[in-house]
């Protein structure tokens, strides 16, 4: 069973995440990517699909022309945890190289 997290975790975990930002309906967190066009929003949402499956972790998104809307949260935990955390690190890593 996956934890979610409690608030000490979240004081402490949640101000690592550049650009992330708490969705309290949910309980996960959010971001917007914004890229140059189509092609390059569409090459990154092939990126964290791979690494998404990988994580067996799934976002929740968008896509609308250049820009990407995703929203991370874990059904098992009814809510944020620590597998939203690394999945948004590992997401982020990818948008450097996508807008590189």
Request: glycine content about 8%.
């Amino acid at each position: 069973m996956v934890k979610r997290l409690g608030e000490a975790e979240r004081a402490e975990l949640l101000p690592t995440l550049g650009g992330w930002e708490h969705e309290p309906k949910r309980d996960g967190i959010t971001k917007r990517f914004v890229f140059a066009d189509f092609v390059a929003a569409f090459g990154f949402m092939t990126r964290v699909a791979l690494l998404a499956e990988k994580a067996d972790h799934h976002p929740e998104w968008s896509n609308v022309w250049n820009r990407v809307d995703i929203l991370l949260t874990t059904h098992d935990a009814d809510g944020l945890s620590m597998r939203d955390i690394e999945l948004a690190r590992a997401i982020d890593k990818a948008a450097e190289g996508a807008r590189a």
